[in-house]
């Protein structure tokens, strides 16, 4: 899994938004964008189960480090645990609702 969507999607989203005009636009692409992070955290949770079931106790899942400046050591590093998978979940439940009660 690849935990970069998380944050690749309000950023499109956002973006998506500004370039529109009509606010009903506006609503269908907020929809859409808040409905993907949800099934992707749902995604996210079920593999993250999975992959306890297996035997896989490592303290951080689905990691991925990128090199962002070598000659600083500077990186960029994303894994989830067990207490990181719920407060995602829970921010995307929050946010598609304030999306829908904002109608």
Known sequence: ????????????NVLSILVCRNPKQVRIIS?????????????LLVLFW????????????????YTWISSLNIHFHMGVDG????????????????TMVSW
Request: net charge neutral; no cysteine; charged share 5%.
């Open 31 to 43: 929809l859409i964008g808040t409905t993907l992070q949800l099934v992707i955290s749902l995604i």
């Open 1 to 12: 899994m690849n935990l970069s969507l998380l944050l690749i999607i309000p950023i499109w």
């Open 83 to 98: 207490i990181s998978i719920a407060m995602i979940l829970l921010t995307a439940i929050v946010v598609q609702a304030g």
């Open 50 to 65: 999975k992959e306890r079931s297996a035997g896989n106790f490592t303290p951080m899942l689905f990691q991925s480090d």
